[in-house]
């Protein structure tokens, strides 16, 4: 499964919650996820959304200052496992495993994705996204 966090998902307590709770449901019941979270931490998610997933399963949950936002690949069941590669704003996305069992996964270039998707933009709204005015 993957998901990338909306502003929605960090919206409020409850729909944090919700959104966590999902994850850990998730990670609990063996799926395994791809969470990919270019928003930076929030007062309800003060160490990203990864540490408030993988709460206090061990290891570290603290980002550089300068790579607030988080790209997670979490193989799941009773023995989680969470590959962490920590973003700063500008940054390339980095290509991340999605696992479709703990020892075999499917590579997913996020970057090479976006770009795609953003060269199939119509150039006006590429402009109106980008704060310049359509010539």
């Known amino acids: 499964m993957a998901e990338i966090v909306s502003p929605g998902n960090k919206s409020s307590r409850r729909t944090l919650d ?8 998730a990670i609990v019941a063996a799926v395994h996820l791809l969470i990919v979270d270019l928003f ?9 959304i990864h540490g408030a997933i993988w709460g206090d399963r061990g290891g570290s949950c ?3 200052p300068d790579k607030p936002l988080t ?20 940054d390339e996305l980095p290509d991340m495993p999605l696992f479709l069992t703990p020892d075999i996964y499917v590579p997913v270039p996020l970057e090479a994705t976006y ?13 109106v996204l980008e704060g310049r005015e359509n010539p």
């Open 18 to 25: 919700a959104s966590v709770g999902k994850a850990e449901d």
């Open 40 to 48: 930076p931490p929030s007062r309800r998610d003060p160490r990203g």
């Open 62 to 64: 603290e980002l550089p």
């Open 71 to 90: 790209c997670v690949s979490y193989v799941g069941g009773p023995l989680p496992e969470a590959y962490i590669e920590p973003v700063g704003l500008g």
């Open 115 to 127: 770009r795609s998707a953003w060269d199939a933009v119509p150039a006006f709204w590429r402009d």
